[in-house]
C-alpha cells in the first residue's frame, strides 16, 4: 500500500491512462473469477430443493424450464470465458457485465413469474452493490445499473403478456391500471438503489486509481520505502517501460526557502548528472511535479556503506582501505576537475557493492545535493537553512564560514572516512555539538594506531594524518595525489579473491539510504 509521503503526490501525478488498465486487468479477473464462483456456489445451494420442492413454474410456454438450471447454465459459461479467454480488459468488463446483468434480469424476471406482485430490491441489492465494490468500473456499473431497470419494468409486463396466471393475479387488483402502476413505483424506487451504488462504484474507482497513480513519480513506479535521511525519502521503484530497478530519491527542502532550495536542488543535480566515473552514482533522471516535489532517479545498489560496514564487521584491513578509498578517489577527481565539490563526503556517502560481478565496488554517493539539505539531530549545521555538511568530517574552512571549499575540503573529510574505517572510531569521538566543532578548528586528532588494536601501517597513517591538517595548504592538493599517495603507502594488495570470498561469506542487503 502507498505510504502517506506517495499518496500526498497524488495530485501532482500525471494520467496513467492504459497502465492504470493494464495493471487492473489481473485484478479485475480475480475479482470476476471469485464472484463467479460465489455465484455458483449460490446456485448450486438454491438448487438443492429442487429434488424436493420445485416452488411454483408455470407450466405453459418457455416457463417450463427451470430457472436455476438456466443460472447454473450461466454461470458455468462465465467460468469457461474467464479461463479460456481473457486477453483484454474489455473483454472481462463484459464477462462480469453480461454474467450480473443477465442473472438479474433472469432472478428478477422468475420472481415476477412466481410472485407477480412482489419488489426485487434484495437481489437487486445484491447484485448492483456486489458489482460496484469488487469489481467498481464506471462503464460497466452504469451498464448495469440501466439492464437492471429495465429488467425490473419488464418484469411486470413480459409475464402480464404471455402467462395466463400472472394476468389472472393481476385481474383480482386493478388489472393492467394497476400491474403498470406497481410497476413504475418499484421502478423508481430501483432507480435510487442504482443511483446510490453507482456513487459507491465511482468513489471506489476513483480512489482506487489515486492510489494507484500515487505510485506513480514521472515514469517510475514505486514499489516500496527504502527509508528516510536528511534530504529525503528513498523509494525503490522500476521505470515504467524499460523494467530496470531504480533508486528514487524525494527531496525534502528546508522550510522557508522552499522554491530556492528546489532551485539550486535542481541545477545542481543537472551538474551531477554529468559525472562519469564509475565509481560516482549514475543518476538516471530528475524532474519536478506540479507541486514543486523534486525528486532524481539513481541506480539501485545491494551491498553497504562504509559506515554499516565498519559497525557490523569492525575495522578494515589496511590493503582493503587503500583498495576502497583508491576508488573514492578516482570519483572525486573526476568531480573536482568539474568544479564540483561534494562537501558532504562521510562513511555513509560511500557505498560498497558487487557491482556486475566485481567484488568491492565503490560509489561515491550525493554528489552536490547533501549540503542543501537539513540531516536530523547533532550531525546538522545551517546558516540561513542551509546545511553546509555533516559536522562530524566537516573541514575547519567551512566551520570558519569560507565563502567557497575547493577540493582540499574533500580531502579533509575523506581523511576522516579513512580515519573511521581502520580505527573502527569516528575523528574526535567523545565530542558532540560546539565542541565537536572547537575540535575541528583547534584540536588535533590522536594517530588512528594509537586507538586501534589492529596494526596500521606508518606511511599510511601519514596519508591520513596530511588529510586532516587544520590548514588546506598544508593537506594534498588533489584526489588524484591523494589517491597517488595512497597506492604508495600501502604495504600490500587486496586482491579479488579476497574480495571475492568476503562477499560470499557476508552476502548483500538491500541499498541505505544516504542521509
Known amino acids: 500500500m502507498p505510504t502517506d509521503k506517495t499518496l500526498r503526490l497524488a495530485a501532482a501525478m500525471e494520467s496513467t491512462g492504459d497502465s492504470f488498465d493494464e495493471e487492473l486487468r489481473e485484478f479485475v479477473f480475480r475479482r ?75 432472478g428478477v424476471l422468475r420472481q415476477a413469474v412466481i410472485e407477480p406482485a412482489s419488489e426485487p430490491f434484495l437481489a437487486v441489492s445484491l447484485i448492483v452493490f456486489s458489482h460496484a465494490a469488487l469489481i467498481p468500473n464506471r462503464r460497466t456499473q452504469i451498464w448495469l445499473v440501466v439492464t437492471t431497470l429495465f429488467a425490473v419494468f419488464l418484469s411486470y409486463f413480459l409475464p402480464y403478456g404471455f402467462v395466463s396466471e400472472t394476468r389472472e393475479f393481476w385481474s383480482g387488483i386493478g388489472g393492467q391500471r394497476g400491474m403498470t402502476e406497481h410497476a413504475i413505483q418499484v421502478t423508481i424506487k430501483t432507480a435510487v438503489i442504482g443511483a446510490i451504488s453507482l456513487i459507491v462504484s465511482f468513489n471506489l474507482y476513483r480512489l482506487q486509481k489515486s492510489a494507484h497513480e500515487a505510485e506513480k513519480l514521472g515514469n517510475y513506479w514505486i514499489e516500496r520505502e527504502l527509508g528516510a535521511g536528511g534530504m529525503g525519502t528513498v523509494y525503490v521503484a522500476r521505470h515504467a517501460m524499460i523494467r530496470r530497478p531504480t533508486a528514487v530519491k524525494v527531496l525534502t527542502p528546508p522550510e522557508g526557502d522552499r522554491g530556492g532550495a528546489l532551485a539550486r536542488f535542481e541545477r545542481e543535480v543537472q551538474l551531477s548528472a554529468s559525472l562519469a566515473h564509475p565509481n560516482t552514482i549514475t543518476i538516471y533522471d530528475f524532474g519536478r511535479t ?33 583498495h576502497l578509498l583508491g576508488q573514492a578517489c578516482g570519483s572525486l577527481t573526476e568531480a573536482h576537475e568539474r568544479g564540483i565539490v561534494h562537501r558532504d563526503i562521510k562513511p555513509s556517502n560511500i557505498f560498497v557493492t558487487r557491482l556486475g560481478g566485481v567484488p568491492d565496488f565503490v560509489k561515491v554517493l550525493d554528489f552536490g545535493i547533501a549540503r542543501e539539505v537539513t540531516p536530523p539531530g547533532d550531525d546538522a549545521l545551517t546558516k540561513t537553512g542551509v546545511v553546509l555538511g555533516t559536522p562530524r568530517y566537516m ?72 588529510c586532516l591538517a587544520k590548514d588546506p595548504a598544508d593537506r594534498y592538493a588533489s584526489a588524484l595525489e591523494l589517491e597517488t599517495a595512497l597506492r604508495a603507502a600501502s604495504t600490500g594488495e587486496w586482491t579479488p579473491a579476497e574480495a571475492s570470498e568476503w562477499w560470499d561469506l557476508h552476502g548483500q542487503v538491500p541499498m541505505t539510504v544516504p542521509s
Not at 35 to 51: E, K, M, T, Y
Open 32 to 106: 470476476c473469477r471469485l464472484l463467479v464462483w460465489i455465484g455458483l456456489g449460490i446456485i448450486l445451494f438454491g438448487s438443492i430443493d429442487v429434488l424436493i420442492d420445485e416452488p411454483f413454474i408455470p407450466t405453459t410456454g418457455p416457463w417450463r424450464i427451470p430457472h436455476r438450471i438456466i443460472h447454473l447454465a450461466s454461470a458455468f459459461v462465465g467460468l469457461a470465458l474467464l479461463y479460456l479467454r481473457r486477453n483484454s480488459l474489455s473483454w472481462l468488463w463484459g464477462i462480469a457485465l453480461v454474467f450480473f446483468a443477465g442473472n438479474l434480469a433472469l
Open 290 to 322: 506540479a507541486d514543486d516535489t523534486f525528486y532524481y532517479a539513481m541506480e539501485y545498489l545491494d551491498g553497504f556503506d562504509l559506515q554499516q560496514m565498519v559497525e557490523r564487521f569492525g575495522p578494515l584491513p589496511a590493503a582493503r582501505v587503500v
Open 395 to 466: 573541514p575547519p574552512e567551512m566551520l570558519q564560514g569560507a565563502a567557497t571549499a575547493d577540493a582540499r575540503a574533500d580531502i579533509y573529510s575523506l581523511g576522516g572516512v579513512a580515519y573511521w574505517v581502520l580505527s573502527g572510531r569516528p575523528l574526535f569521538e567523545e565530542s558532540t555539538g560546539v565542541q565537536l566543532l572547537v575540535d575541528h578548528l583547534n584540536t588535533p586528532p590522536r594517530p588512528p594506531s594509537e586507538i586501534c588494536e589492529i596494526p596500521i601501517p606508518g606511511p599510511l597513517e601519514d596519508v591520513v594524518m596530511r
